[in-house]
């Protein structure tokens, strides 16, 4: 499900929900093609990469998830068969989680695997995005809601079934982060409110008010929530502090390209010690964090590209 997330500052809804009989994605066989390189020297690239950062991105459109050397962006492997995924996560052990809003499921890759370890399922929602509890372990899925009122699934130890959260205040979930203490932070849209806490322990939301428009994408920095900022040329982040029922803004990173770009955003980007990642259309942009400025490293040549996650070798 692409719902053009990264193109406009519109957030109406304009296309309906295709089912899908929601079968596991297909795995790569030893000496499959991946990508446009050689199955044998794919292979061998894939195995020197395990013990490596790598970096995952989903690309909507092609229902498919390249995976590439961090930093430099090489093709590895790509996993096909997996329908309209968007935002990505990624845990300690550097096992990566993919929902699939076309289908209702989770899909859980070891570090550098391209066969899923786990599947969750997730039915008769649309997840887009993920967090995992750093504090727990607990998985947390944002459930868009198309055509319908949107909620949080939560997955204790990532294993299992899910519990649903809702907030009254709140019709459709675009983005989720844990913090380092347990605490859950959504932003989204619909209704009165677009940025909600969950917080530990608790079954009920509590909802401030930023002090900037259009929060987008979210993620835990280690210090501060950043929360992209959508704008009607560039995306910036911001840098929140959050004492009581009171938002602080404790800093604005600027996003920009070398070659100026119009509307773009970064949606489900991640952060990786002090480099922003973020996706545009067919590209994905490496930024320093939490300077900002122009994109230091740009990978190109992508279609319909929507999120990234890192995943640090294990």
Known sequence: MNRGLTGALS????????AACGSPPPSLAPGAQFGSTESTSSAREMHDSKDKALLYISLANQNQIDIVTYPKGKLVASIPGIEGPEGLCSDAKGNVFVPSPDSGQIFEYAHGGTSPIATLSDSGNEPVDCSIDP?????????FGLGSVGNVAIYEAATGGPTFYADPDLVHYEACAYDSSGNLFVV??????SFGELPRSSVTFQNFT???????????????LAIESLSATAPSIERISISG???ELVQTVPISWKKKK????????ALNHKTLVGPFSSEVGLWPYPAGGNAQKVFRGYRSVQGVAISDAP
């Open 245 to 247: 029922s009171s938002v």
């Open 262 to 269: 119009k509307g773009f955003a970064l949606m489900y980007f």
């Open 188 to 193: 989204g849209y619909g209704g009165t409110a």
């Open 210 to 224: 930023l002090p900037f428009p259009n929060p987008r994408g979210i993620k835990w920095d280690g210090t501060y």
């Open 135 to 143: 504090f727990s372990g607990n998985l947390a899925v944002a459930n």
């Open 11 to 18: 957030t109406s809804v304009v296309a309906a929900l295709l």
